[in-house]
Structures are given as C-alpha cells and as structure tokens.
C-alpha cells in the first residue's frame, strides 16, 4: 500500500549531489530517497522521541519512494558569497593572529556556484512501507514534511494522504532499478539509504560515519521524464516526457 501526497515548494529547492564538494555544483532537479527518508526519520523524532525514532528507522530505511513530477522545471544558476571555515599552516601563529586582527576568523569569505530549482506546479511524494506495523507512525511523520535539501528548501503539503494500491505510469519509483527508460530523458544519480545503514550511521549524536557504497549509501541512476528544452548561462528549462519508451 502507497501513502502519497501533493507538495509545493515555498522556497527553490536545492540539493547538491552526493559526492559533489562544497565550493560548487549543479543541483540535482528532484528529492533524494535519501532526503526524504531522513525528512520522515527526524519527524518521527520530533512526534514520537528518539527511542521510538530508532525501532522505526528500519522501516523508514527500507521504504520505497516514488515521485510525480510536474510538467516543467526551471534551473537557475548563480553565484553566492558564502563563508568558509578559514584554515591555516601548521603552527603559523603570525597567519592566525593577522586573520583574527581583520575579522576573518574563524570563518574566510569566499565565492561559490549554485543552483536553485523552480518547479512549475505541485509535486506528489508516494511511499511504501514493507513493515505495515509503522504505518500509522509514518503517516503521521509525512503530514508533517516541511523540509527537503539544503537550508532554506521548505515545502508544504497541498493534499491529504491518499492511500494507493498501484501507481499508474505517471509516477516513477526513485528506489528500484528501472525496467523502462526515457530515452530523452535527464540521467540524474540519486542517493538511496542501503541495507546496512544503521540507527547509529543517521544517529547526528554517534561518531558512526556513512560510507557511499552499496551497503550504506547507495548512489543509484534514475532517468528522470525530463528533456531540455531551453538553455543559457543563467537557465536551464527541462519540459516533462508523458510517456516512457524501452
């Protein structure tokens, strides 16, 4: 059985690819299983407290997601002034002194890429949970969703959960392999959570770090219904496929 609901984006939305740096790269266009799951983890937290939070997690880690999109999205692309942890040489005790005298610690000024997404219209979120005795926690944890991507990425949910035996064509499942392909389509590689990330890798308090392989953290190609249409320096426009081709 699929929970599904419609969300809107309050905010542009933007979410680095996983092994991307910091300094800068293009934002992937939709939520990660990976995102979301952890959005249902830290809810589950808040409702119900960290004890409940870990016997759930499990569940949450091994749900599906599967995404609605909606017929266009926009990419905008920009610089930003961020601020960097300032480092210096071994032992440099002059560096450090004349960085603390200008006000450049314990963070330096610098200038980074990013992207940030515009989605034209409402976008529908599916999961389906294998272990039906969370059902109602997780529910509860999904109405709740505000938040996907980095800081400032805040969405609010349109619908209520509608229960669903099947998807129809229009959804596409983010957590499986896909048996059918847009050949047009936009290939974009989205994180998933693996069979061996435990409470303790996701646990912000535990030194337990998450390695990107197939165990912990997957990194897993999708073919998004999306082809460009339009392109600069400043833009990128993706128009959705209605329909797959094998």
Not at 4 to 24: I, M, N, Q, V
Not at 104 to 119: D, G, H, K, S
Not at 199 to 211: A, G, R
Request: glycine share 4%; hydrophobic share 40%; with cysteine.
């Amino acid at each position: 059985m699929w929970m599904s609901a419609s969300f809107l984006p309050t905010s542009l939305f933007s979410l680095r690819p996983a092994l991307a740096t910091a300094s800068g790269a293009q934002s992937l266009l939709v939520p990660t299983p990976f995102a979301i799951k952890m959005a249902l983890v830290s809810n589950v937290i808040q409702l119900f407290g960290i004890d409940l939070g870990s016997h759930v997690w499990p569940a949450i880690r091994d749900a599906e997601i599967a995404l609605k999109l909606p017929e266009l999205v926009v990419v905008a692309k920009t610089f930003i002034k961020i601020q960097r942890p300032k480092r210096f040489k071994q032992n440099n005790q002059e560096e450090f002194i004349q960085a603390l005298n200008d006000g450049l610690y314990p963070f330096n000024p610098t200038i980074a890429f990013r992207e940030f997404v515009q989605f034209e219209g409402e976008v529908g979120i599916a999961i389906k949970i294998h272990d039906s005795q969370y059902n109602k926690i997780i529910e509860s944890a999904f109405k709740h969703i505000s938040y996907f991507g980095k800081r400032g990425g805040f969405w609010q949910r349109q619908t209520q959960i509608v229960l669903l035996d099947t998807l129809d064509y229009s959804w596409i499942n983010l957590t499986i392999n896909q048996t059918s392909i847009f050949i047009q389509g936009t290939l974009q590689l989205l994180d998933d959570c693996g069979k061996k990330l435990s409470w303790e890798h996701v646990n912000i308090y535990s030194e337990k770090s998450i390695k990107i392989d197939n165990d912990e953290r997957i990194l897993r190609p999708i073919v998004l219904p999306y082809t460009l249409t339009r392109s600069s320096y400043r833009y990128t426009v993706y128009t959705r496929i209605e329909e797959p081709h094998l």
